[in-house]
């Protein structure tokens, strides 16, 4: 059988098996809705539930969306980098520092900014919202005179870059 026959049977019973799933026992749908998510407690059920009319396909796709968009966020506010702009002679160490914020409703955990032209990585500490953080890294210009541009994203601990 082909993997695009077997994912579109899989689909076919996935929905099937939800539509079989018709009761009006408020009690009832919330067991059903908690079985998609090992850790998904009781209140959280019922809010979806009962902000999709008690519809159970309604409400299972309206977590998956509220799920997958949940990345954190953050605000630059400054660039501190002592002698910004400044001329740096080749090979010669020196630091960029920025001022961001955490304006989102989530902690920031393993967050990490990297340096998108040679793949460095650096840790930032645990961020809870409205907080902020100066974020400093150590580079060295490169070898030869010239025009030297760094890209710098946040990352999550899962790899989601965020931040714009």
Known sequence: MEDNQMDSEMDTNFLNQFSSMVTTDKDDLIKQFQ???????YSTATFFLDMSNWNLQTAVGCY????????????????????????????TAFKLSWLLQNDGESVWHGTYLRNETDDRKYYLPSLSPNDTTI?????????????????????????????G
């Open 64 to 91: 998956f969306d509220f799920m997958v968009s949940r990345l954190p966020s953050m605000k630059f506010l400054n660039d501190l980098t002592v002698g910004k702009d400044e001329k740096v002679t080749p090979n």
């Open 135 to 163: 974020v400093t890294v150590d580079l060295i210009s490169p070898p030869t005179n010239g025009p030297f541009v760094s890209k710098w994203s946040l990352y999550t601990a899962t790899g989601s870059q965020f931040g």
């Open 35 to 41: 079985t998609i998510g090992e850790n998904l407690n």
